[in-house]
């Protein structure tokens, strides 16, 4: 099912018949039913009161009551009018004194937060008093609107008794859809005094952008200063020479490790190919890294405004996260970002996960043009080696830089065998 956003785009030169055929298709799939958003006022403010005025079971005891009053008829005396009449009264009663005691609250959010796509998102709120009674039956949510799901009621943190003047913090918690930049406009306080059949509702404009971020993959990379160091050769600007070579231990051989550093005796011992690890010789001297991605999605048609399928650029992004996380922790804090032809810097943490949170879909492979600073790591994430990726590579290795490309295992094109590429399956 398609929305507004997905009307085909018109290409420069295509003929008309193609561009209306692809219009007529376009409406014919098309969602006529609106997203459900909320906001105070509007036309929709008399369902949205049936809707968060009434409890479930208040909106049970409602139509039991009608009914049975529907049903009351001299021809069917089973069905008594004053049953009926009991359920209303209830359910009036519990309006009226819901209104009557309605609580002043002061919302305020305490924490920007992340979330994670298809992952319950949870946010604390400083809730406060402001009225001359005390509050009883709280509840809090957020406005209703894409791009989320609420959790079920039952899984809400209800806060009993707030007196007056006090405070209380509580949990607001949803479930995003998918990766994107996600605005949530306010939040709503319920109120379920007296009898939990009908509750009275505050809403407080409380808007807040949250960067939902991809599912994180289950992948295990080795240490990047081990990678690096298989990549470093004489005239490498990142490198520096000390010292003798001194040996460290035996490891299985991987593609890529020197004949000469062939260990017969582990090998026969093991029955498989051992290669020795000598420390000194060559030491990694860089002061951080930089992460580039490759953003294109196959199937990308110049007519479509977003493709249908972005689940490939996510788990690219998710190792680029994990690759992220792992820089940090080897002591090598991320310097910049690629997601396109440009290099952006990163001032913390939050400004990468909002640029991967954010980031677009390209038709064809984008890197920058020329490479970053030499005592700077380069790591490159992709899922296609394409010619103009390894072009690219290749001319940031002939300046003299040292790149790291991890492949994520799918449907593009492998990597060629060498010291510096790496295929990740996750």
Known sequence: MKELADRPLRIPGEPWPRHAWRLLRWVLELRLVPRLTERRGGWRAPLRGLRDGLTAFGRVLLLASFALLLLSRRSQPGFDLGLAAAGLSVVLLSLLIGWLWRPRLHLTRLEQATAIAGRPCRGRVRVVNVGRRAARELSLREWRGPGWRALPAAQSTLIGHLPAGESALCEVAFVPRER?????PGLAAHSYFPLFVTCSTQRVAEPMEVAVLPPPLRVTLPPLRDLAARCLHAGTQAARRHGTFEYAYSRPYQPGDLPSR???RASARRGELMARVFHGGVQLQARGVVLCCDTSVAGFEPWQPRPRNRKAL???????????AQARAAQLPPQALALGDDWQTLVDEAALQRAVAGC???RGCRLPDAPLQADWLHLLVTEDASPELLARVAAWRAAGRLVLVFRLGGAGRSLPEAPGNHEVHG
């Open 360 to 362: 677009a879909p390209a």
């Open 180 to 184: 994107g930049l996600l605005r949530l």
């Open 314 to 324: 996510d788990r690219r992004l998710a190792l680029l996260l994990e690759i992220a």
């Open 262 to 264: 062939l260990d017969h």
